[in-house]
């Protein structure tokens, strides 16, 4: 054997040894930069929006049934994050049946823009055929609801008092159980010492620019980038 070639293959452990050590730092670096990203993510989640106390029902301009409980939510058309709110709102129907009166106050931008409505304004009616579904221009009435985070709810007892408030998933554009819900349900069935108020996720009821209805905005279009679909 060569001397040469002698030296060739006790060098070449070592450059082995080296490429295994240089794969192996670049899977650590990728390992905590997926740590932080899915950290991070973690944080978004469950970072809760505005909430504000609700006025009176007369005083918001809501005119409610006075023989059961009236639930009113605040709706940003074109945040995605609301769709899992609306999910929990459907959950919460399907649960109480007809004794509860159901309100949809739609966020739209005060400048007339009649095709902003009439598409949101449908695609909800079609979604939840028994409701009430309420302009709201500029978010005017969102605010005297407190509700100025797309998805906040306020539930208004008969004689038009709120008895809940807040939100009802468990992190942003995340549905299934959750406090918010339970409270809601707890008091439809007359529970006391109930949770009156629950974080809200979702976006600011404000213009967030998009142009597709119902959440289909993409994510240079909106806060509000979580796109899981509903835990069914």
Known sequence: ??????????????????SHRTLA???????VLL??????IGVYAQTSGALG???HARAVGLSIDPTKHTLVMAVHPKCPC?????????????????GLGIALCLYEPGLGDEDWYSESSGAIQERFPGA????DPDGVMAVKLGAVTSGSVV?????????????????RGHSGDNLGSDSILSILRGDTGVTRSTKVYGCPITELGCEDPLGSCTDEDTDCDQRTEPNR
């Open 82 to 98: 609301t769709r899992a709110s609306l999910y929990e709102l459907e959950r919460i129907i399907a649960k109480s049946g007809d």
């Open 35 to 40: 740590g932080v990203v899915v950290a991070q």
């Open 1 to 18: 054997m060569s001397e040469q070639f002698h030296d060739e293959l006790l060098e070449a452990p070592s450059t082995t040894s080296g």
């Open 155 to 171: 539930l208004y007892a008969p004689d038009g008092e709120p008895v809940f408030w807040g939100g009802i998933t468990q992190s």
């Open 132 to 135: 009430d579904v309420i302009r």
């Open 25 to 31: 730092a670049l899977l650590v670096g990728w390992c």
């Open 53 to 55: 106390l609700p006025d």
